[in-house]
């Protein structure tokens, strides 16, 4: 009898190891692989790094929550999201997709961005609600409601004016508002409207807004199509603002 309870014994336990695999096996990709949007468009190097392996961006492949994105000093890529928000990535950058959620029609979604720029898009849900969404970088977050903005993290370099610091996220907003801020302080941030940018240097407090193009926030050549940046500059009188007047007939 003792004999048989052993026996037993050793193949309940084998049998449970056998179970548990299984169960890590099937359930591990499930988990890992779940489906956040796809690339519309590639140039250059892209790539995808996903549980271990390669995989080489082009138009049509998806991206999964948990992947990383890298471009090469030549890529440029524009990801769409299955909420149709969209984000563009510039040369040398490197981002992962740490969350993306629609839950009652509403987005939540979070970028890892470590560093180059990216573009971020952000629509709003079919009933209307604003996407909540955040880019977090080293040494920043920069939390948003429904808006257009470009983020870049930069570091390795000192800027003038910055001693010691070679850590910066600058925000360029061209449409809503962002709320930068430090990493360690998510709640003590500075908003950012709409045509205006501000830098984060290291771990200190962001900047004062300026006006887009003045800290040199900007991370790709001008503001996304379809969207205004900052206000024309008021010029009352001069001979390229007056009204050319009506031909006499």
């Known amino acids: 009898?003792?004999?048989?309870?052993?026996?037993?014994?050793?193949?309940?336990?084998?049998?449970?190891v056998l179970m548990s695999a299984l169960v890590l096996v099937v359930s591990g990709p499930a988990l890992a692989q779940t489906a956040a949007g796809s690339f519309?468009?590639?140039?250059?190097?892209?790539?995808?790094?996903r549980a271990g392996s390669t995989i080489g961006g082009a138009s049509g492949v998806g991206v999964d929550v948990g992947d990383r994105i890298v471009t090469g000093a030549d890529g440029h890529a524009v990801i769409v999201l299955n909420d149709q928000s969209r984000l563009e990535l510039g040369p040398s950058a490197n981002i992962t997709l740490d969350q993306f959620t629609v839950t009652g029609g509403a987005t939540s979604a979070r970028v890892g961005l470590f560093s180059g720029a990216l573009r971020s898009?952000?629509?709003?849900?079919?009933?209307?609600?604003?996407?909540?969404?955040?880019?977090?970088?080293?040494?920043?977050?920069?939390?948003?409601?429904?808006?257009?903005f470009d983020t870049v993290y930069t570091e390795n370099t000192i800027r003038p004016g910055y001693k010691g610091c070679d850590k910066y996220t600058?925000?360029?907003?061209?449409?809503?508002?962002?709320?930068?801020?430090?990493?360690?302080?998510?709640?003590?941030?500075?908003?950012v409207g709409a045509g205006y940018e501000a830098t984060?240097?290291?771990?200190?407090?962001?900047t004062s807004p300026g006006p887009l193009g003045m800290t040199g926030a900007f991370g790709f050549a001008g503001p996304p199509p379809g969207v205004a940046g900052a206000?024309?500059?008021?010029c009352p009188v001069?001979?390229?603002c007056a009204v050319a007047p009506a031909p006499v007939r």
């Open 1 to 16: 009898m003792r004999r048989n309870r052993s026996h037993y014994s050793a193949l309940f336990g084998v049998e449970l």
């Open 40 to 49: 519309s468009s590639v140039s250059g190097q892209v790539q995808i790094q």
């Open 121 to 148: 898009l952000v629509n709003a849900s079919s009933g209307g609600a604003p996407a909540n969404y955040q880019v977090h970088t080293p040494n920043a977050v920069a939390a948003v409601r429904g808006t257009r």
């Open 170 to 191: 600058d925000v360029a907003v061209f449409q809503g508002t962002v709320n930068l801020a430090p990493a360690a302080s998510p709640n003590a941030g500075e908003d």
């Open 200 to 206: 984060l240097p290291c771990d200190q407090s962001p």
């Open 231 to 234: 206000p024309p500059p008021a």
């Open 238 to 240: 001069c001979p390229d």
